[in-house]
């Protein structure tokens, strides 16, 4: 019977992903942190680990795998993430080679999830949205995570106003119509709700 880890934040998933992977013969344990799955890790020797790429506060998905890569190469990676653009991430360290990089959308069923853990499921990698570049990818991750227009400019080199100019082209180019800087905000925060997957902003 062969270990599978799952680490994943969210109580309801973490739960479903382990009945998913029990229902099929394996032997799981699932945690909801890194640092539980560190703790796990020293006591048991997994054949299969499958993370979510994004744990809240502190190490990622990809931090973990890149420790377990190192620690014990044997290990069978998976990163599971609700980002379509993982830029939106922000700055994230390389994926360790070998590990399997997939959408949360493309592995909806306990078929689905077993077959990506057997390896007969091609996976469906996050694309990069060909429609934004990297540094309007970086001003809509700002703005989502509620910097003032004088924290964005500091980061992105840009004075207060170009911040606002940057933001009305980028709303502009996303078919985003507002009627003032603020809702164009908001506006622009549901957006970034929606191509990580989460579906709409807390407060929307």
Request: net charge negative; with cysteine.
């Amino acid at each position: 019977m062969e270990r599978v880890l799952v680490v994943e934040d969210d109580d309801f998933t973490r739960a479903l992903l382990q009945r998913s992977c029990e229902s099929f013969g394996y032997d799981c344990t699932a945690v909801g942190s890194a640092l539980e799955a560190r703790e796990a890790l020293r006591e048991t020797a997994f054949d299969v680990a499958v993370f979510d790429l994004d744990l809240g506060p502190g190490p990622t998905g990809i931090d973990l795998a890149r420790v377990v890569h190192e620690d014990d190469p044997g290990v069978r990676l998976i990163i599971l993430t609700n980002y379509t653009d993982i830029r939106l991430v922000g700055n994230l360290p390389e994926v360790p080679p070998d590990v399997v990089v997939t959408t949360k959308q493309s592995v909806n069923t306990a078929e689905s999830l077993d077959e990506l853990i057997r390896g007969t499921r091609p996976a469906v990698a996050p694309h990069t949205d060909e429609d934004l570049s990297d540094a309007q990818v970086e001003l809509l991750r700002l703005i989502a995570a509620g910097c003032t227009n004088a924290e964005i400019a500091r980061r992105l080199w840009l004075s207060q106003p170009g911040v606002d100019k940057a933001a009305a082209r980028l709303a502009q180019q996303l078919g985003i119509e507002s009627q003032s800087a603020h809702n164009r905000r908001v506006l622009l925060v549901q957006e970034y709700y929606r191509r990580t997957g989460h579906g709409h902003a807390p407060y929307a």
